[in-house]
C-alpha cells in the first residue's frame, strides 16, 4: 500500500500503484498456489483490479511471473539460439547461451541477484522450481522429444540445471579462486561433455571410474 | 554486546558473553582479511580477551572458523573414508560422502541453512570461499598430487564443486521435482562419471558432442 515513486516509466503515481499493487497480489498467489495453478483473474482480485488491467500492464501471465521473479532475460529468448543447431548442437550452445547471460555487464549482476534471492528464501526458491520447470524444462523436453524417454527428462534436465547453477553459485556469486578468472572458453569445454552425457548418456550405470575399465574397484 | 543466555553449554552469562564476544569478533576478522591473513591473536585484540582464552575456548584457528560458519560437520571427518580406496575410487567416495552429509536428518537441514547464508550475503560469500579453498580444496589437493599438474588443481576441484553445491541447491534447497525425490544410489551413479572426468579427465577439448565423434558440429 506505500506509495513508492521511484524507478519505472509513468511517472503518475496512481498507475505506480495500480502495477506495484498488481505485482505485489502476483508475488503472494504465485507463492502461494504455484505457476501453474495461479490465474491471472486470481491475482486480479487479490489485488482488487480488473484482469484486462493486469494484462494492460503486463501482457501473459508468464512475462508478469518474469516481472515477478525480475528475471533479467527471458529463456524464449534465448533458447531458440539453443535449439537451432539440432540435439547435437544442445549441450555446447546451452553452455554458451547460460555463461553469455552471466558474463554479461547487465543481466550478469541481476542473474547474481535473482540466484542469491532464490537461495535464501523459502517462497523465492518455489518461484524459482516452479519457473524453472514451467519454461525452461518443458521448452527442452520438447526438443528432446524422441531421443530420450520421456519419464527420464525431468531428471536429466534437473542434472543440467544442478551443473549450471552450480556453476553459477560458484563463479559468479561465491566466486570460487578455482573458477571465477577462468576463460569462458575453457568453462565450454569442461562442462559441455558433462552436459551431453546428462541429456543423452548412460546414467544409472554403476561405473565406479570411467578411466579404470578393468573393474579395479572390487 | 547483548547479552545472550540462550543455548550452548556454561550457563554462567560471563562466559558466555566472552564466548559470543569471541565469535562476534573472529567473524569481523575473517570476513575482512579473510581465513589465511586472520590470526587468533588478532580476534584475541579485537574481542579485548587473551589469546589463550580464544584457544581455551575454541581450540584452534581452524575450530573457531568452523564454528563462525556454523559448518554441521567438520570435512577432516568425512575426507579420510573419501581417500581411503585410493585415487580411482575418490569420485564415487567423494560424491555419496557428500550426499550423506546432506540426506542426514541432523546436518541436512543445518547445511540448507549454511548454503543459504553462503548464497546470499556477501561476507559469508568470503567465508565460505574460504572454508572451501584453506579446508576442502587443500586435502583433496594434497590427495592427487602427482596424479594430475599442480596449477590445474584449482580448475580441477572447484568444478567438483560446482557440480556437489549445484546438486545441493537444486535437490535440498530449491528441490527441483526431478531431483529431490530422486534416490541417493541414482544421484552417485549420474554425478560420478562428472566427478572423475573433472578430476583426471580431459577438459580443454573442443569436442562439441562426445557421441558423434565424426564431427557431425562443423
Same mark, same amino acid.
Given at each position: 500500500?506505500?506509495?513508492? #515513486?521511484?524507478?519505472?516509466?509513468?511517472?503518475?503515481?496512481?498507475?505506480?500503484?495500480?502495477?506495484?499493487?498488481?505485482?505485489?497480489?502476483?508475488?503472494?498467489?504465485?507463492?502461494?498456489?504455484?505457476?501453474?495453478?495461479?490465474?491471472?483473474?486470481?491475482?486480479?482480485?487479490?489485488?482488487?483490479?480488473?484482469?484486462?488491467?493486469?494484462? @494492460?500492464?503486463?501482457?501473459?501471465?508468464?512475462?508478469?511471473?518474469?516481472?515477478?521473479?525480475?528475471?533479467?532475460?527471458?529463456?524464449?529468448?534465448?533458447?531458440?539460439?539453443?535449439?537451432?543447431?539440432?540435439?547435437?548442437?544442445?549441450?555446447?550452445?546451452?553452455?554458451?547461451?547460460?555463461?553469455?547471460?552471466?558474463? @554479461?555487464?547487465?543481466?550478469?549482476?541481476?542473474?547474481?541477484?535473482?540466484?542469491?534471492?532464490?537461495?535464501? @528464501?523459502?517462497?523465492?526458491?518455489?518461484?524459482?522450481?516452479?519457473?524453472?520447470?514451467?519454461?525452461?524444462?518443458?521448452?527442452?523436453?520438447?526438443?528432446?522429444?524422441?531421443?530420450?524417454?520421456?519419464?527420464?527428462?525431468?531428471?536429466?534436465?534437473?542434472?543440467?540445471?544442478?551443473?549450471?547453477?552450480?556453476?553459477?553459485?560458484?563463479?559468479?556469486?561465491?566466486?570460487?579462486?578455482?573458477?571465477?578468472?577462468?576463460?569462458?572458453?575453457?568453462?565450454? @569445454?569442461?562442462?559441455?561433455?558433462?552436459?551431453? #552425457?546428462?541429456?543423452?548418456?548412460?546414467?544409472?550405470?554403476?561405473?565406479?571410474?570411467?578411466?579404470?575399465?578393468?573393474?579395479?574397484?572390487?
Amino acid at each position: 500500500m506505500a506509495t513508492t #515513486r521511484r524507478g519505472g516509466r509513468g511517472r503518475r503515481p496512481g498507475k505506480q500503484d495500480t502495477r506495484g499493487a498488481i505485482l505485489a497480489s502476483a508475488r503472494d498467489v504465485f507463492a502461494t498456489h504455484g505457476y501453474d495453478r495461479a490465474s491471472v483473474r486470481q491475482i486480479a482480485a487479490a489485488a482488487g483490479v480488473d484482469a484486462a488491467l493486469v494484462h @494492460h500492464y503486463f501482457g501473459t501471465k508468464e512475462r508478469l511471473f518474469q516481472e515477478v521473479l525480475a528475471v533479467p532475460i527471458a529463456p524464449e529468448e534465448l533458447l531458440p539460439q539453443v535449439f537451432s543447431g539440432g540435439p547435437d548442437g544442445i549441450p555446447e550452445a546451452l553452455v554458451r547461451a547460460f555463461l553469455s547471460v552471466w558474463e @554479461h555487464p547487465v543481466t550478469g549482476p541481476a542473474m547474481v541477484g535473482f540466484l542469491r534471492t532464490a537461495a535464501s @528464501h523459502g517462497s523465492e526458491s518455489r518461484l524459482f522450481r516452479d519457473y524453472f520447470a514451467a519454461r525452461i524444462l518443458r521448452s527442452v523436453g520438447a526438443q528432446l522429444e524422441g531421443q530420450v524417454p520421456a519419464d527420464e527428462l525431468p531428471f536429466r534436465v534437473s542434472l543440467v540445471a544442478s551443473q549450471m547453477i552450480g556453476l553459477a553459485l560458484t563463479r559468479y556469486v561465491l566466486k570460487f579462486d578455482g573458477l571465477a578468472p577462468v576463460e569462458p572458453d575453457r568453462i565450454v @569445454h569442461a562442462l559441455t561433455p558433462t552436459v551431453a #552425457r546428462y541429456l543423452f548418456g548412460e546414467l544409472d550405470e554403476t561405473v565406479t571410474d570411467p578411466f579404470t575399465p578393468e573393474d579395479a574397484s572390487a
